[in-house]
């Protein structure tokens, strides 16, 4: 067993507004820059949607991520070394600037300058940010937000789930699902790229991009799944989600997870057995996937294992913060967290508490007695939010995994009302969920009013780099990330993603 660490996150879905301020602190704090104007590390979708970029979900079309080929190995969907080869310099498998956005900007000299006494009102027109030629803004990257259900069928997800469920879908829903770059186990963005400039740090797990070593093949990017590495065109590197990790190393959560206004993000650290990873990614069903990568993840309290974590230089303050993880406890103990798209085997590190309608009047209008528990469980089935198309993005398609996940929260939803209104134990409840009554109060309180330092228990040993950071920051007449080449560009007055790396593992 080789032990290693992985700083993670779950998003509980039930608390999302989609405000979209994790995408705006994240995009004034990240990609701010010229080359960066179309890209978002993190971004906020309506479901069902088909996303962004457009129909990322359909990797027939992108050959992102993985798969087992005749002989039960695992490969990457874009082909073998020779495969790339062949297309280092045209490779077909990359979105273009339509399945993203064409960035705007807008002429506000037009609104200034305009002259008295007009009898129409100036208007400010678009004009390209890659051209600057004036253009007609057709797409954006939430383009689609709030509008449930405008393009159900373009949905990627959609595409293997039966008619009747297409016809439950004429009863609109819909749901915000927040993304940003999964750090994955098993990532095929650093396997597919021929430069070795995108690694996994051996400390906490994050997938950073090496600026000195991107050559801009672009590989990277057919390779992800989730399409969340992107190219800047002003520099031609390849640029990602950095999980905020100059924040995470002065023992700060992300930027993302800081602003958010719902407080729906949880993050901590988890240990999980490195020599295990390629056998779980190669489950041979998909639906055992799931269970696979939950089995990866080492349980904080065995003595065994921080024995191991020990043995393998991690300090003490490690494994106290693994034991204290939110982040384990969603996942692990009471299993309501799932990955996103675990077929495509990349084993994803950014998990999800999915979102449950109003279980209890869904319960009443069927009929139904919203107090007894065989009633409450059987209503999981005829939500508004369809299992079916949960399982799709959370499950493989696993509707069973994904209406047990529904349940625990609805169980959990009606014991705790019936200990509030009355101060009665619904252990019928408690039964159909396997889990006591402590262990409920406890994932309530987790979900619904956990505070800050119970939401992001980040490992106090990263504090040891808070002095260095906030030393190179007032070295700085402005802010500390606007230096040349921008953050993470490895320039002279900037954080070069290489000495961290370095400076971490000394």
């Not at 014991?415 to 159909?432: F, N, P």
Request: some cysteine; aromatic content about 8%.
């Amino acid at each position: 067993m080789r032990i290693r660490a992985q700083v993670a996150m779950v998003m509980n879905l039930d608390k999302c507004i989609g405000c979209h301020t994790c995408s705006v602190t994240c995009k004034q704090t990240w990609t701010n820059r010229e080359g960066t104007e179309y890209v978002w590390f993190n971004n906020v979708e309506t479901k069902p949607g088909i996303g962004y970029p457009k129909h990322y979900e359909d990797q027939e079309r992108w050959k992102g991520g993985w798969k087992l080929d005749s002989a039960g190995r695992l490969v990457l969907r874009s082909g073998g070394r020779l495969k790339r080869l062949s297309r280092i310099f045209a490779n077909p498998d990359l979105p273009s600037i339509d399945d993203y956005y064409e960035p705007a900007t807008f002429d506000k000299d037009q609104l200034v300058s305009a002259p008295g006494g007009l009898t129409d009102t100036p208007v400010k027109r678009p004009y390209s940010r890659l051209t600057g030629e004036p253009m007609k803004v057709e797409w954006g990257a939430n383009w689609e937000d709030s509008l449930g259900g405008s393009s159900m069928a373009e949905d990627p997800n959609l595409a293997r789930m039966t008619e009747k469920v297409r016809f439950d879908f004429e009863k609109t829903f819909m749901f915000h699902l927040p993304r940003i770059c999964e750090h994955c186990l098993n990532p095929a963005c650093v396997s597919a790229c021929p430069s070795g400039a995108m690694y996994k740090r051996e400390e906490d797990g994050i997938v950073l991009v090496d600026q000195d070593r991107c050559r801009g093949w672009r590989m990277c990017v057919s390779a992800c799944p989730y399409k969340k590495v992107y190219v800047n065109h002003a520099t031609g590197k390849a640029e990602k989600c950095t999980f905020c990790f100059p924040r995470i190393e002065a023992g700060q959560p992300t930027v993302c997870s800081e602003t958010c206004v719902g407080r729906l993000r949880y993050l901590g650290l988890l240990w999980y057995d490195e020599d295990a990873v390629l056998a779980a990614a190669s489950s041979e069903d998909e639906h055992d996937l799931l269970g696979a990568q939950r089995s990866l993840f080492l349980d904080p309290f065995d003595p065994a294992v921080q024995q191991a974590a020990r043995d393998a230089g991690h300090p003490d303050e490690w494994i106290e913060a693994a034991q204290r993880s939110p982040v384990w406890r969603l996942i692990s103990e009471y299993k309501i967290a799932l990955p996103l798209h675990p077929e495509y085997r990349t084993l994803p590190m950014v998990w999800y508490v999915p979102p449950l309608s109003p279980v209890l009047d869904a319960t009443g209008a069927a009929g139904r007695d919203d107090t007894d528990a065989d009633d409450v469980f059987h209503t999981i089935r005829d939500l508004r939010i369809p299992v079916e198309y949960l399982a799709e993005l959370f499950t493989a398609g696993d509707t069973g995994a994904a209406a047990g996940v529904l349940m625990k929260l609805a169980a959990m939803r009606s014991y705790m009302r019936a200990r509030t209104l009355d101060g009665t134990v619904a252990a019928d409840l408690l039964d159909g969920i396997g889990m006591t009554g402590e262990q409920v109060e406890a994932m309530y309180r987790l979900l619904a009013i956990a505070k800050y330092d119970e939401r992001y228990v980040i490992p106090p040993a990263h504090s040891r780099e808070a002095a260095m950071l906030d030393a190179q920051a007032a070295g700085h007449d402005g802010c500390s990330l606007d230096c040349e080449g921008g953050p993470g560009m490895g320039g002279a007055d900037g954080f070069n993603l290489l000495q961290i790396r370095q400076r971490s593992r000394s």
